[in-house]
């Protein structure tokens, strides 16, 4: 793989982590359990989408077939989407909701303050503009493993059972492969390794606040960075996707 | 016809800017936001950079429309507007006109400045302390992180018992 593959499918991982979990986040539109709530997911939604649009509008620069971030977004099969499996994973009850934002924030706030400093310039500017708004995402979803974890019996109870189901899916975002290697010996991004001490750290202080027990380190779900994806994925495009499969080049 | 020796100045340029209101916040232009980075002549074309305030805000491309249609009314027409991501927008770039007329607004102005502790630092952080636009008490409460657009945070003043937007500090 030359070195504008590897950064054609790093900034299709970049853009694709963003547009599955904002996707995600848009299905609690309408459906969340505070008027409030409703507008911050859509937000952050909103904010993750954005992201998106930068992220692959440059992978199909870079890859040079006249490919935009729309036609990247809609018209790729499931094989060919790049985002970790924890991102894809269904919203569940809000406590999986917030505890996947969580354990996904966490990480993506260590990442894109890396990718600021890439040597590729519009990786880095597209990560510092990003960093600001995953900054508070990761203050809200934080807030909110905090306050269901030392909430109610219930609430408790629910946010330890979504910490624990979700485990399985983080290991996958320290793992490096060819193309991260690629990427971190050019300088263009981090060592994924490096980011999984700060993330322990984080998430470790944040489960022992919210009297929460956070599973020991184990094995690890993985694959979606190679196309390998839960059943679930599937779904998510066949509702994303649909107008545009349906209506071939509809706009508005 | 404008050729170099009738263009308008950058800074003349400026002033008709300062007329073109936010799309979601009209109180304040898109100058007093900080959202025109630059004003240039090349040769005998006008580039307005402009940076978006959000990534995923959707009020970006309307006022790139809104720009170009002030600048066009105004006899320019070699215009090109570009879109500048670095350095990222920060809530320090809003001028101390438009924070005082987001107050008059009902919307509280920024209460900080941003780049400063990193969340890991700032999770031990006490909430801000911000005060009413309308009766300028600080015995308020925040609602929710995001008001009616993903720049404001929603609060609610105890005393005067009024809900109000605060411009969330990035």
Redesign the interface.
Known sequence: MNQQDALFEYLLRLGDNALILGHRLSEWCGHSPAL??D??LS?VA??????T??WLNLAGEVEGKGRDADKLAYLRDGRDFRNVLLVEQPNGDFAVTMARQFYFDAWH?LLLRELAGSRD?RI???A???L??V??H???S?DWVLRLGDGTEESHRRMQTAIEDLWMYTGELFESDEIDQAMAGEGLGPDLATLQEPWLG?VRATAEEATLSLPQPGWAQKGGKRGIHSEHLGYILADLQFLQRAYPNATW | MIDSLTQPDPDQIRNWLADVPDPEVPAVSVMDLGIVRDVQWQDDELVVAITPTYSGCPATSVIAFEIEAALRAKGIDRLRIERRLSPPWTTDWITQEGRQRLQAYGIAPPAETAGGPSPFDRFLRKDLVIACPRCQSENTERVSEFGSTPCKAQYRCRDCLEPFDYFKCI
């Open positions: 409030e709530e507008l911050a937000n909103l904010d993750l989408i954005g992201q649009q930068l706030y310039p880095a500017e597209i510092a503009k990003g600001k708004e900054t508070y990761l203050e809200r934080r984080l």
